[in-house]
């Protein structure tokens, strides 16, 4: 193996230090903690495994962490109706909802209803615009996983390419805005683009994030370059898999994130992150969201 390993444990580790001081801070200047809130439609197993995790890390930094679980058959008016009772609730100062919804639900009613100001994970059509336009906003917190991956491994972006492989309302699309942002020059695959490995092959930097397991190969990487693996597949066995096919890929990438091990490490910290922020912001009237410079181009 030649690939240095991103080590998302580790770099969680310094994350979660610098949040306990984050959220230390904020319930000594607000009298209490940041509220999270978690809005889930019938109970889903694979969403128990985050949750209990979510639950460890809010516990850790001092967040208070609520669950309502509405009943399998609500309809889009009971969402609308749950997500609204937070949004009127002090002490929430962050709304995740559990995705994807049942398929009588539509995703729209959660981006149209959800407050802005609470919508930590970044779906809501305000945060998608903000994102878009380049204005502080939230964002998902898998794609902050990512940025922050890059961030603490020192991998710069600004006039690198950066390929994004999957293209979701979720991961890729918000992604690719995030690290355009950074003045990285983007490309987006996804499932329709011919010749997968003439474009990954150009990176710098490499995300994949589609959920086929072995997707990329080490001769789909250019040598040294730096791979993000967002992938997470329970293969039959009940082993946790990635995208990549990490001995071809770790022979050829300068740096590699495994899964598990990986961005999957962090994104439950880039949503704590988030309702702090909230927080400060509902409470201390600070800017909404990552507090990026609004910049035009
Ligand atoms: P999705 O199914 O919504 O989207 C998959 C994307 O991959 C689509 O854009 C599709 O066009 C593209 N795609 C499919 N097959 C392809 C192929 N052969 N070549 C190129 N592109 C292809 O999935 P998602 O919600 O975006 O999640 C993607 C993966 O990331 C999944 O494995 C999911 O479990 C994982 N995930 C991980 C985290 C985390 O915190 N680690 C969070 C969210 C999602």
Not at 13 to 40: C, F, M, N, W
Request: charged share 20%.
């Amino acid at each position: 193996m030649s690939a240095r390993l991103l080590d998302g444990r580790r770099i969680a580790g310094e994350a979660q230090r610098d949040l306990v001081a984050l959220a230390t801070a904020s319930r000594a200047r607000y009298g209490r903690p940041a509220g999270l809130a978690i809005v889930r439609v019938g109970k889903d197993a694979s969403f128990e495994v985050y949750l209990r995790a979510l639950q460890r890390a809010s516990e850790a930094i001092g967040i208070a962490l609520s669950v309502v679980t509405l009943a399998s058959e609500s309809d889009n008016a009971a969402l609308r109706a749950g997500i609204e009772a937070l949004n009127a609730d002090e002490s929430v100062h962050g709304i995740l909802m559990q995705l994807p919804l049942p398929p009588h639900l539509s995703q729209r009613t959660v981006a149209e209803a959800m407050d802005p100001r609470k919508d930590v994970d970044g779906i809501s059509l305000r945060s998608a615009g903000n994102l878009f336009l380049r204005f502080p906003s939230f964002v998902p917190s898998t794609c902050a996983a990512v940025i922050e991956m890059l961030d603490r491994s020192g991998i710069t972006l600004a006039g690198r390419h950066a390929v994004v492989v999957g293209a979701s309302n979720v991961v890729g699309k918000p992604l690719a805005f995030m690290l355009l942002d950074r003045d990285a020059t983007v490309t987006v695959c996804h499932i329709y683009t011919p010749d997968l490995g003439a474009w990954t092959r150009q990176a710098d930097v490499l995300v994949v994030a589609v959920g086929k397991p072995g997707l990329l190969t080490g001769e789909m990487v250019r040598p040294g370059a730096a791979v993000i693996d967002v992938g997470t597949t329970v293969r039959a066995d009940g082993a946790l898999v990635g995208d990549v096919d990490f001995a071809t890929v770790a022979l050829v990438a300068g740096a590699l994130s495994p899964v598990p091990g990986g961005v999957g490490q962090l994104t439950k910290l880039m949503l704590l992150r988030q309702t702090l922020r909230a927080q400060q912001t509902l409470v201390g009237g600070a800017t909404v969201g990552n507090g990026r410079e609004v910049r035009d181009g």
